[in-house]
């Protein structure tokens, strides 16, 4: 209806939606013929595994699907890891990891610490202090140096 609606071409519709074509037309010939349409097919091994899975992941919200894994397997149920991480996906337990991002953000907080931006070396000196005390009551004090 939406596609007849708008005068688009199939195929553009199929690429907007995120769908191979084949996979459009065959919906199309099975509501044609009156089909019945396929699934949603039972998932045994999610249902078994997931109080224990949700138990885990809601305990401990920084887990990632692995230790959620090991412990629904600690527990005694039979499940793959990618199972967890498909039910945990589906009830928004995950975690997302945004590691491009943060990185940005840190990189633009670093930035925002000048008060000039360097534009070239030795304007940034960063400086590592240590302290070591000695056997024989001596203090040893070393100042590592570098230059951005």
């Known amino acids: 209806m939406i596609r007849t609606d708008a005068?688009?071409?199939?195929?553009?519709?199929?690429?907007?939606?995120?769908?191979?074509?084949?996979t459009?037309?065959?919906?199309?010939?099975?509501a044609r013929d009156g089909a019945p349409v396929k699934g949603p097919w039972p998932r045994p091994a999610r249902e078994g595994v997931r109080d224990a899975a949700r138990r885990h992941a809601l305990e401990h919200p920084?887990?990632?699907h692995r230790k959620v894994w090991a412990m629904c397997r600690y527990d005694g149920h039979r499940v793959?890891?990618?199972?967890?991480?498909?039910?945990?996906?589906?009830?928004?337990?995950?975690l997302e990891a945004n590691y491009q991002r943060e990185r940005r953000q840190h990189a633009a907080r670093r930035k925002a610490a000048f008060a000039t931006e360097p534009t070239g070396p030795n304007?940034?000196?960063q400086l590592d202090f240590s302290e070591f005390e000695t056997t024989t009551g001596g203090t040893w004090r070393l100042a590592g140096c570098r230059d951005y």
């Open 24 to 30: 459009w037309r065959r919906h199309q010939a099975r």
């Open 123 to 125: 304007q940034v000196w």
């Open 7 to 22: 005068g688009m071409p199939t195929t553009r519709f199929c690429a907007l939606i995120g769908v191979p074509e084949r």
């Open 62 to 64: 920084a887990w990632g």
């Open 80 to 94: 793959g890891e990618s199972t967890v991480l498909r039910l945990l996906r589906d009830e928004g337990l995950l």
